[in-house]
């Protein structure tokens, strides 16, 4: 037997200019990531329904939970469009569900069937009533809404509504670089950006040998994580040493932070160039260490024109966690391996750095032609999903 899956866009719908693009991305991303199903995808301006054989809809259940895009979707059976194939469909899914307070409500795109919605929903309400016991209608708040929606060549009918992932197809934005180091903020920096619809190539800065290759790994898994919800992921790796050895030369250790930041939006604005990405994104949350606060964020930032996008910039390390856990990336995070940032950490890092010193600082250092060089020298790897096939127990 067909299941039906209704999918509806939610948000894409109220941006009329380029809805058609939108659709067309969702399209794809749907189309690649069932990719080797045999699923049929139909669609109009609205939403897209996928005709589903029944042993698959588990496994193209928890596919569609990493497609951004899909506010809201529907498991609905399809019936041949007679009356007495809708009366059976309707009969048999209110035997299945338990509920004391029902309401059946019919939409009618194919205005040519006799039967006004209205008496439908009447006709089909005595069906339920007749075929259940101890129930009653409630038009005002049912604990169970049964949909029946007469289209063109077929009928949908179901019962319960599931969120999807919400937010925008990844793409319809652009393009953003993520700069991902191994902690916890910065992927889930890179799934909230993911789900405004940008589509990331991850950016590592790299000390070996002050880092390990074991650092070098998990932000690899990390980037593995956020290509379930684009496919592939680009990580740039960037050869840091020489430029952070640099810095840390330099007199006034407790701008070594506030310098090395400033070169990594540097170096960030010559890849977003190179790569015609919009804008850049990371893990900063105000506050939460000296770097990030909003005079130390002002100083820093004032290296670039690019906008930079901040997706946990107000929100509190927990919530952070929280949607760590969610989407698989905090195990990874917490294993222990040092990214560059903590081995070149000062004691007492300046809380409220001031530009001019950090101009003087920076004239004392060669740092144009090492940005340069830094830049030259990295090296891009493709992360692609891993193909899990735990699906069984979805549903
Ligand atoms: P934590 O979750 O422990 O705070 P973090 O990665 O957020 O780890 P921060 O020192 O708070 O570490 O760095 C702020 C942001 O700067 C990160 O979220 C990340 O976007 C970026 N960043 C820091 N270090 C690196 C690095 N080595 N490579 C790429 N980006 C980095
Ligand atoms: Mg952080």
Known sequence: MKKVILIKYGELTTKKGNRNYFIKLLDDRIKKKLEGLNIEIKKDLSRMYLLVEDEDLPITLEKLQTVFGIHEYDIATLCEKSLESINETVKLLAQKESFNTFKVEVKRSDKTFPIPSMELA?????????????????????????????????????????????????GVQG???????????????????????????????????????????????????????????KLHIVPFTSLQEEIYKNGKKEYTITIMRRMMYRIMEKLCEKQHACCFINGESIGQVASQTLSSLQVINAVTNYPVIRPVCCLDKLEIIEIARKIGTYDISILPYEDCCTVFVPKHPVIHPELDVCLQIEKNLNFEKLVDDIVKQTTVLKIKEEETRQYQEFL
């Not at 038009?139 to 007469?150: A, D, F, G, S, T």
Request: charged share 25%; glycine share 10%.
């Open 175 to 233: 393009v953003g670089l993520l700069m991902l180091s191994g902690g916890i903020d910065s992927p889930v920096a890179g799934y909230l950006a993911q789900k405004r619809g940008i589509k990331i190539e991850a950016v590592y800065f790299e000390a070996l040998p002050h880092t390990s290759l074991e650092a070098r790994e998990k932000v690899i898994s990390l980037t593995r994580v956020l290509a379930k919800y684009q496919n592939e992921v």
């Open 122 to 170: 009447k006709d089909l309400g005595a069906v339920v009533l007749k075929n259940t016991q101890g129930k009653k209608v409630d038009v005002k708040n049912p604990e169970l809404l049964i949909h029946v929606e007469i289209r063109e060549k077929e009928v949908f009918i179901y019962t319960n509504t599931y969120r999807g992932l919400g937010g925008y197809p990844v």
